[in-house]
C-alpha cells in the first residue's frame, strides 16, 4: 500500500513510474475522506491534484527532486496564498492569505503536493489540540485520546498515513510531544534555522518550525528543503545549511549521551521512564556512552516560559482588533466596543488566558519583576545546557511525563502546561529537540527525546536514523478503524 511507503521509497516509486504523484495523491485524498480524526481543517483537493499534474509533468523531463510529486499536510498556521490559514481561530476563519510562507514557497519550488491544512490549538496555544475552533483532534492509537499539542493534527495525519509527511511548530515541545503521543518523528531545529516569515507568531523567540515523518531519514530530506537563510525574517541565521542525509549513515559508537538527573523525577509515569531506559540500553548496545548530566534551572522552565511567551503572544496579538483583517463583531456601538467585542468572541480561552498574562507581566510596575527576571533565568537555563555539552554529544529523555490522556480529562491549565515539563527548556535555549518513536506503554507509543548543541540537527538525525535501523517502533501503525 503506497501510504506505508516512506518518501525514499515513494520518491523512488514516482521515478520508476509505479505510480504518478496524480494517482498518488487521490490515493491520500481518498484515506482523509473516510477520516474520521479531525485532522485537517482544510483539504484542497483542486489544488493538489493541479499540483500533481504539473509535479508529474516535470518528473517526466528528468528535473524532479527527491520531493518533486510528495504529498504533504501544512499546518495551518503557515500562510498559503489564495487558502484560508486560520491558526485553528475563529479570529481568522475567514481569512485568504494573499502571499505564501517562505516554507510554502520552498516547497512548490520543488513541485510538492498540499493535501491540505491541518487542525491545530488556537495560535498554537496548547499541548492537547483541543483549544482548537474547529473542535480537538483525536489520536489514530486511540481516537478516546488527545494527538498532542499544539500540532496535533500535522501528527495525527502523519501517524494515521493521511498525509506522508507533515509541517509543525515548535514553540514549547508543539513538534516533539505530539510526535511521541502519536508514535512517529519530529523534529525542532535550532532557533533561526528555518524562516518564520509567513507563519503566524505566537511568541517570536520561541517559535520554530519543523517537520512531522514517519522517520529520521524522512526528517532529514524534508529538513533540507526547509532549512536556510531568509532575508524577509530578520531572525533567520545565515549560517550555511549542510546536507542533512549525507551522515546518516555514521557509526554512533563512542557517542557520549547525557540523562539529566532532573528528568527522571516525580511526575515521570513509571511505565514511560521503563521505556525510555530500554532505548537508552539499544544505545549503549550499538556502542554509546551513557553519562549523568544536571541542568538544575530546568525546574524554573515552565514559570519561566508562562512569562515569556505569553508577553510576546500579548503583543503579537494585539494586531487582531476588528479593523484591518480577521474577525469583526456585528454592528459596534463604538470604537470601544469593536475592539473588547472583536477580541472577545473572535479569541478562545487560552488565547484570552495568555494574552492577559501577558498583558499584566508587561505592565508598568511588573515588567522588571517578572518579564526582565524571566529572562534572567532563560539565561541560566541555557548555561546549565552548555556546560553539558561539554561532556557529552547529546542529552536524551522523555518527551512527555505520561502517554496521550483522554480528551477532555484535563481540566486545570497548570496540569496541562505540566505536560510540556520536559521540552520547553530547549525552545528557552533555542536548542534542537528531536522526539523518536522508543515503545508503547498500555499500547499507547512513547517517544524518545533527543536534545543537541546549536547546529547539531546533523547529529541528532544520525542517532535517530541508527536506532531506527536497529528497531521498529516507528514502522508500528495504528489499527484502522
Known sequence: MMHKLSITELSKGLK?????????TKHYLDRIAVSELNSYITVTDELALSQAKDAD?????????????????????FCTKGVKTSAGSKMLDSFISPYDATITEKFNNENMVMLGKTNMDEFAMGSSNENSYYGPVKNPWDQKRVPGGSSGGSAAAVAARIAPFATGTDTGGSIRQPASLCGITGIKPTYGRISRYGMI?????????????????DAAIVLNSMSGFDDKDSTSATKETPDYTKNLGNSIKGLKIGLPREFFSEGLESDVEKVIMQSISEFEAMGAEVHEVSLPNSAYAIPTYYIV???????????FDGVRY??????????NDLYLRSRSEGFGDEVKRRIMIGTYALSAGYYDAYYLKAQKVRHLISEDFKKAFKSVDVIMGPVSPTTAFE????????SMYLADIYTLSANLAGLPGMSIPAGFSNNLPVGLQLIGNHWSEETLLNVAHQFQLQTNWHSQ???EP
Not at 68 to 76: C, L, N, S
Not at 309 to 319: D, F, G, H, I, K
Not at 326 to 335: A, H, M, N, T, V
Not at 407 to 414: C, E, R
Open 57 to 77: 509533468l516535470k518528473i517526466a523531463k528528468g528535473k524532479g527532486t527527491i520531493l518533486t510529486g510528495i504529498p504533504y499536510a501544512h499546518k495551518d498556521i
Open 309 to 319: 511567551a505569553p508577553c510576546e503572544c500579548s503583543s503579537n496579538l494585539s494586531r
Open 16 to 24: 520508476n513510474k509505479d505510480f504518478s504523484s496524480v494517482e498518488l
Open 407 to 414: 480528551i477532555g480529562t484535563v481540566k486545570d491549565s497548570v
Open 326 to 335: 480577521g474577525y469583526r463583531c456585528d454592528d459596534p456601538k463604538d470604537l
Open 201 to 217: 507568531a505566537y511568541a517570536s523567540s520561541l517559535d520554530q518550525a519543523g517537520p512531522l515523518t514517519q522517520t529520521a531519514e
Open 477 to 479: 501503525l495504528p489499527v
